[in-house]
């Protein structure tokens, strides 16, 4: 299990920090609870707009979860709509869901986010087809002239900046 490759690895690692999850709520929340996970890594499933980042945020706190969490996929499986091409995030409701998604955990403390787009990260691993082989570097604006998700790094620091409803 997650939580038994947590022990081992924090038996081995000289106290490194450990963290697991997945998809499934019910063993999220077993996991962790578990004095072995010291971070709670989870995966929304590219479920509908509703049952994002700060949805299993609260869930997770409301079944008495207080480690920090990370959601490692945000949006997931979700961004395989925003194909062809890989890094054009002009199409609606793609950059103002990441953006959306970004600043609700602004200033939330120990919910952390990963930037992740199946087109650019996956898109030759997932055969999605694309006019573009499967990038891993930052890249441009998100247009269909300047593929990439540089644009969304360039928000967060003004995103950080801003009060959350959620604080």
Same mark, same amino acid.
């Given at each position: ?9 924090? !038996? ?14 019910? !063993? ?53 709509? $925003? ?23 602004? !200033? ?6 990963? $930037?992740?787009? !199946? ?49």
């Amino acid at each position: 299990t997650i939580i038994k490759l947590c022990q081992i690895f924090k !038996n081995e690692s000289g106290g490194l920090l450990c963290g697991g999850g997945g998809y499934v709520d019910g !063993n999220n929340i077993v996991i962790g609870k578990s004095d072995s996970v010291d971070a709670l890594l989870f995966d929304t499933q590219g479920r509908e707009d509703e049952w994002h980042t700060m949805h299993f945020y609260s869930l997770y706190r409301q079944k008495g979860i207080r480690k920090p969490m990370v959601n490692v996929e945000v949006l997931a499986g979700w961004t395989e709509r $925003f194909t062809p091409p890989g890094g054009n995030f002009d199409a609606a409701p793609g950059r103002g869901r990441y953006l959306t998604e970004a600043e609700s955990v602004a !200033n939330v403390t120990g919910m952390c986010l990963f $930037f992740h787009a !199946n087109p650019w990260f996956q898109g030759v691993h997932k055969g999605l087809k694309t006019d573009q082989p499967t990038r891993f570097d930052i890249g441009g604006a998100g247009t269909a002239q300047d593929p990439g998700w540089l644009w969304y790094l360039q928000n967060l620091t003004e995103i950080r900046r801003r009060p959350s409803s959620f604080s």
